[in-house]
């Protein structure tokens, strides 16, 4: 990542936004990719045959494996973004003492 400016503090904070605007983005195409999948699967079965079930049944709990590990992943970017915020209170406080 490129670092721009000469404050080092201004740059990892912008740094950390950059990394987890572009997680946000893999994480929204990982997510349309799942219901894309499960689209193109409901669409070519006629959903006739017990095998059909069991095949969109194993489809629909791979699916919310995945999601689920999407869902751990936006907790951390969520903390990352806690963090940020914090780094950003403390700079301000350090501003106000005069520091």
Same mark, same amino acid.
């Given at each position: 990542m #490129? ?11 912008n740094?950390?936004l950059?990394s987890?605007?572009? /997680? ?5 195409? *990982? ?5 894309e ?6 669409? #070519?079965?006629?959903? %006739? =045959?017990?095998?059909?079930? /069991? =095949? ?5 709990? #791979?699916?919310?494996?995945?999601? /689920?590990? *999407?869902i ?6 969520? =903390?990352? *973004?806690? *963090?940020?915020?914090?780094?950003d209170?403390? @700079? @301000? %406080?350090?501003?106000?003492r005069g520091?």
């Amino acid at each position: 990542m #490129s670092v721009h400016g000469d404050n080092p503090r201004e740059n990892a904070v912008n740094e950390v936004l950059t990394s987890v605007a572009k /997680e946000e983005i893999a994480i929204a195409n *990982l997510i349309d990719a799942e219901a894309e999948k499960i689209k193109k699967i409901v669409d #070519s079965h006629q959903l %006739s =045959k017990p095998d059909d079930f /069991e =095949k969109i049944i194993a489809l629909q709990k #791979s699916v919310a494996e995945i999601l /689920e590990r *999407l869902i751990q992943k936006q907790q951390i970017l969520v =903390k990352k *973004l806690e *963090l940020i915020k914090d780094f950003d209170t403390d @700079k @301000k %406080s350090e501003k106000f003492r005069g520091k």
